[in-house]
């Protein structure tokens, strides 16, 4: 069975510093994989997906994600964070069969300090 | 982007009334979800759909029902609502891709049920 890990539940920054969320899943084939942002009572947001392809992956409000199947990592990165960008973030896979559901990663909240 | 809606937004009960959590889309997705996240938790699905009459209980035991009659629409029914039924339920759906694969799931707006 799929399973994702983001490590750290809660990640501090300062305004403009490197904002780095990790994911790592656990799959017995490269799955397709996904970060979405959650902002206060509203529902998830995609920010990018890696479906197959270029491993690096841009996505909305200067997101970017890597995928390295070597180490089964799939990390969110920007490079300057912005006040705008304190949410929360989940990762998530899925299968290659659209019978198989999404699997999320417990969520990272992203707190950004001025 | 998105395409699904959720009503109502907010709702406030009280013990033991049934409530209907409605959600509708009209990118004519066949499958669709239901997830339920409590606050600053992660999500947890419990109930899917892959089509018109056809129901699937998730990964967490819900004791909420489904229905799918038409395609564009999915609610979710709580026959006596309970204190521990509060929680955020968040719909979903995806699109069936040409090669038969996920490639994104679309999400409401979420109801936040709070039970008194």
């Known amino acids: 069975a799929q399973s994702v890990t983001q490590l750290g539940s809660h990640v501090s920054v300062s305004e403009g510093a490197l904002v780095l969320l990790r994911c790592n899943y656990s799959?017995?084939?490269?799955?397709?994989l996904f970060w979405y942002v959650q902002y206060p009572n509203q529902g998830l947001q995609l920010l990018l997906k890696?479906?197959?392809?270029?491993?690096l992956v841009k996505g909305i409000n200067g997101f970017e994600a890597e995928f390295k199947k070597s180490e089964t990592s799939f990390h969110l990165t920007k490079p300057s964070a912005h006040m705008s960008d304190a949410a929360e973030y989940f990762c998530a896979v899925s299968g290659l069969n659209y019978g198989q559901n999404f699997v999320f990663g417990p969520g990272t909240r992203l707190s950004v300090l001025p | 982007e998105a395409d699904i809606y959720q009503t109502p937004r907010y709702l406030v009960i009280g013990t033991g009334k049934k409530i209907t959590l409605e959600c509708s889309q009209t990118?004519?997705?066949?499958?669709m979800y239901w997830y339920q996240q409590d606050p600053g938790m992660e999500l947890h699905l419990i109930h899917y759909s892959y089509g018109v009459n056809s129901t699937e209980k998730g990964d967490l035991s819900s004791e909420s029902t489904v229905s799918r009659i038409r395609t564009e629409h999915f609610p979710l029914t709580l026959e006596s609502a309970r204190p521990s039924h509060t929680s955020q339920y968040l719909c979903a759906s995806s699109p069936r891709t040409v090669g038969g694969t996920n490639e994104k799931l679309f999400f409401g707006s979420g109801t936040q049920l709070s039970v008194l």
């Open positions: 990118m004519g997705h066949d499958k």
């Open positions: 799959s017995s084939v490269p799955p397709y």
């Open positions: 890696y479906t197959t392809g270029a491993t």
